[in-house]
């Protein structure tokens, strides 16, 4: 396939960025949104199967079964991104591919067969010249660990942790870049909490315990690769949230850093402290005794980390709710009756001003900016990568197959010259992954939202670079390190 060269005048790459040298360009995936292939070469089912399979939870009744069919056209994957200058992939490994029998009491054989998919992949990755970043999890748990109770139960962090040694023997030698988990956040609670993710709980009591479990087996995990290639970089992604009060009130302020410690500060000071945050602890009391924290787990958590991923997509801005009419709690994620915030009864998460992607997320860049410069104020030192930053928008195909898709190329120039503002303030930011490199299962959402550079025909598999691709390929040429 041969990508067009005409760029139109106002989606000229970005002049004058300020990005270290090395700068790392890259697109991002994960193995449920795209791989399809669900019961192949042994693959037992996550709780996303369960999730997407069960009436009503995914909008179109869509599932992963299929998805971009990716297990097996990697290849021409592979050869897409390299014709698109890509320096690096960050794609996640399926869990239940690797143990499709693990229990809550060990992992189970190795299914060869699964790790074979992934070793294909990496090669022909560094055939290509594109430099690997594999996610352990993103998302797509074996089911039977959730029918033994899931990241709410301390076995989950366990076991996961031996997968993550077992990965890294494995196929460790090629991977230059483990994330042990991609957004914590969004498993604990949109899984546990509102329900509108996989497996699809609404039990805020279970959020905390799931938090305190993904942190947990974050640190076993990080010690286990660790173990097995001394090595590596080992990086944690988290979607954190530039989160601001709606006006300069007290109690909205006082909103904003009850919101701040329960999306950033939950995940953040455990990692990079050894600490939870007191105030969140006292918030939540009424949720759950944390009791779950035993002696030592901290000390397990807080392990060296190489990189932190930062994915940023939107802003959040909340204020405290009165009681008066109806408490609004706009999160564009997925319409429930129950919240995914413990402890936030008493606030608000108003609908915030436009312009908005097609998820109804509202546009800021400047959160980019901000987020990575307090990561650099409040963690001197930590070397930061944007592992997610992009838009769906609703793509219109031409009458010529071409999809001009302009607005993305305005999100996407104005992110990355926010990352440059960053960098120029003094943070460490090592590179920045695209989201997404395909269209794909945007899970609640189904396949209505589209977030690739590349368009996906789904009832063909054609892949279609967008304009937006081209601009991106010719971004990374003009600026490659
Ligand atoms: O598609 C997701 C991805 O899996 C995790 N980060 C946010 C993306 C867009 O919602």
């Not at 279970?206 to 087996?217: E, M």
Request: proline content about 6%; aromatic content about 10%.
């Amino acid at each position: 396939m041969s990508i067009q060269t005409t760029i139109s005048a106002t989606t000229q790459p970005s002049a004058g960025l300020h990005l270290p040298e090395g700068f790392l360009w890259g697109a991002a995936t994960a193995s449920y949104q795209i791989e399809g292939a669900a019961a192949a070469d042994g693959r037992t089912t996550s709780i996303w199967d369960t999730f997407s399979h069960t009436p009503g939870k995914v909008q179109g009744g869509d599932t992963g079964d299929v998805a971009d069919d990716h297990y097996n056209r990697y290849r021409e994957d592979v050869a897409l991104m390299k014709e698109l200058g890509l320096q690096a992939y960050r794609f996640s490994i399926a869990w239940p591919r690797i143990t499709p029998q693990v229990t809550a009491h060990g992992l189970g054989p190795v299914n060869e067969a699964g790790l074979d998919f992934y070793s294909r992949l990496l090669d022909e990755l560094l055939e290509a010249g594109i430099s690997p970043a594999a996610t352990l999890y993103h998302w797509d748990l074996p089911q039977a660990l959730e029918d033994a109770g899931g990241w709410p139960e301390r076995a989950t962090a366990e076991r996961f942790a031996e997968y993550a040694g077992l990965v890294a023997a494995r196929l460790g030698d090629r991977i230059g870049t483990f994330i042990t988990l991609n957004e914590p956040w969004c498993s604990s609670y949109l899984g546990y909490g509102s329900g509108v993710h996989a497996p699809g709980r609404t039990d805020h009591a279970a959020v905390l315990a799931a938090v305190h479990h993904l942190n947990l087996g974050h640190g076993l995990a990080a010690a286990a690769i660790r173990a097995e290639r001394p090595e590596a970089t080992i990086g944690l992604t988290l979607n954190l949230a530039w989160v601001r009060p709606q006006t300069e009130a007290p109690a909205d302020v006082a909103a904003a850093e009850r919101v701040d410690g329960l999306q950033n500060r939950v995940f953040l000071d455990p990692v990079l402290r050894g600490s939870y945050p007191q105030d969140i602890v006292e918030a939540t009391a009424s949720v759950s005794d944390w009791s779950f924290v035993k002696d030592g787990d901290l000390d397990l958590i807080h392990q060296p980390l190489d990189v932190l991923g930062v994915n940023y997509y939107s802003p959040t801005v909340v204020r405290a709710y009165d009681g008066v009419g109806e408490r609004e709690e706009a999160d564009g994620h997925g319409a429930s009756s129950a919240s995914p915030w413990p402890a936030c009864g008493d606030i608000e998460f108003p609908q915030q001003p436009g312009p908005y992607t097609d998820m109804g997320w509202s546009i800021d860049a400047r959160g980019m900016t901000e987020l990575l410069v307090r990561m650099h104020r409040e963690h001197p030192g930590l070397e930061l990568m944007v592992t997610e930053n992009g838009a769906a928008f609703p793509d219109v195909v031409g009458p010529d197959g071409t999809i001009d898709d302009t607005d993305r190329i305005a999100y996407l120039r104005d992110h990355i010259e926010a990352v440059s503002d960053a960098v120029a303030a003094g943070a460490p930011v090592r590179g920045y992954y695209v989201w997404s490199l395909l269209d794909n299962f945007e899970w609640g959402y189904g396949y209505s939202k589209r977030f690739g550079v590349v368009h996906v025909d789904y009832d063909t598999q054609q892949r279609t670079p967008k304009a937006s691709a081209r601009w991106y390929r010719d971004l990374v040429r003009a600026h490659a390190g």
